[in-house]
């Protein structure tokens, strides 16, 4: 079965430090990756999209990499700060009709002051 | 006001009782799904629908049921609760392979 799996339950970092965050699939072969941000009690929220064929997207502060080869994402948070503590869910989506849009479990981001 | 609205957000409800929770956008998507978190568990498709005539089936559908009453609303159905479904249910709404938009979900206790 599709198995999504996040580094790391709880991920500490000091403020202004990089945070990277990895999200590993099983038996998937997505057609795109999507990074999204939750905050207490609220719905997830979408920060990137990556498609198969790119390697790389940025935005802001945030970057991520996408190996299907590794079958790896990789999501980085420069100059981070307190205000991005969170948890951040990978997920991901296939073109095909029968092939859910699938969410990994999540990293609880905490940027000490 | 918010673009994918749940209702109630919150419930307290005693094992057996029906229960529907209710979702409404006004993003235009044809698409709507509904999620179970859990926690460690991250979230789980129950239902989705890609348009008023199409309901499918997610990865935990036993002992729920859904409705698309229109392009809108999708509700989802607990016929009848066990406390094993108490979690936070959420909504969520996107265009063809585009980010999913999510409502602020129902937090749900079966007692």
């Known amino acids: 079965s599709q198995k999504i799996e996040q580094n790391s339950e709880a991920l500490n970092i000091q403020e202004g430090k990089t945070a990277t965050l990895t999200c590993n699939y099983t038996?998937?072969?997505?057609?795109?990756l999507q990074w999204y941000r939750q905050d207490p009690g609220r719905g997830p929220v979408f920060l990137l999209l990556?498609?198969?064929?790119?390697k790389e997207k940025r935005k802001e502060r945030l970057k991520v990499t996408f190996d299907t080869t590794l079958k790896q994402s990789l999501f980085h948070i420069t100059a981070s700060q307190p205000a991005d503590s969170a948890t951040y869910l990978c997920a991901l989506g296939g073109n095909n009709y029968g092939q859910n849009f699938v969410f990994g479990p999540g990293t609880r981001l905490s940027v000490l002051p | 006001d918010a673009d994918v609205t749940q209702t109630p957000r919150n419930r307290i409800t005693k094992t057996g009782k029906r229960i529907m929770l209710e979702c409404s956008q006004t993003?235009?998507?044809?698409?709507m799904y509904w999620y179970r978190q859990d926690p460690g568990l991250g979230l789980r498709l129950i239902y989705y629908s890609f348009d008023v005539k199409d309901i499918n089936k997610g990865e935990i559908s036993d002992g729920y049921s859904v409705s698309r009453q229109a392009q809108a609303k999708f509700s989802l159905s607990l016929e009848s609760a066990i406390p094993n479904q108490t979690a936070l249910y959420f909504c969520a709404t996107s265009d063809p392979h585009q980010p999913q938009h999510f409502g602020d979900g129902t937090r749900l206790s079966i007692l």
């Open positions: 038996n998937y072969s997505p057609a795109y």
């Open positions: 990556i498609r198969e064929n790119e």
């Open positions: 993003k235009g998507h044809d698409r």
